[in-house]
Nanobody
Framework: QVRLVESGGGLVQPGGSLRLSCAASGTIFSIYGVRWYRQAPGKQRELVAQITAGSITTYVDSVKGRFTISRDNAKNTVYLQMNSLKPEDTAVYYC?????WGQGTQVTVSS
């Protein structure tokens, strides 16, 4: 049974930074790609970034150049470094691995 736990969210001012973590257990983490999604109030969940087992990364256009996804297979953890945050980045952020979801972590960007 795959278990994912996200952390690192919070309240930050526009232009600030946060680093989200997604810790996985119950699976052979290193052989799977991992995705970060977000869902803002009243909007559909959207794919933000993904990293393959071979560490190839892709991003939605709205976060390119500001967000970086990375993974540490020794720690079974994927990170999402978010810089130059904007109010429109406000959402609950979820990680996804082999069809399993974490509980999400709230990111609020506001002055």
């Amino acid at each position: 049974q795959v278990r994912l736990v996200e952390s690192g969210g919070g309240l930050v001012q526009p232009g600030g930074s946060l680093r989200l973590s997604c810790a996985a257990s119950g699976t052979i983490f290193s052989i799977y790609g991992v995705r970060w999604y977000r869902q803002a109030p009243g909007k559909q969940r959207e794919l933000v970034a993904q990293i393959t087992a071979g560490s190839i990364t892709t991003y939605v256009d709205s976060v390119k150049g500001r967000f970086t996804i990375s993974r540490d297979n020794a720690k079974n953890t994927v990170y999402l470094q978010m810089n130059s945050l904007k109010p429109e980045d406000t959402a609950v952020y979820y990680c996804n691995l082999v069809g399993s979801w974490g509980q999400g972590t709230q990111v609020t960007v506001s002055s």
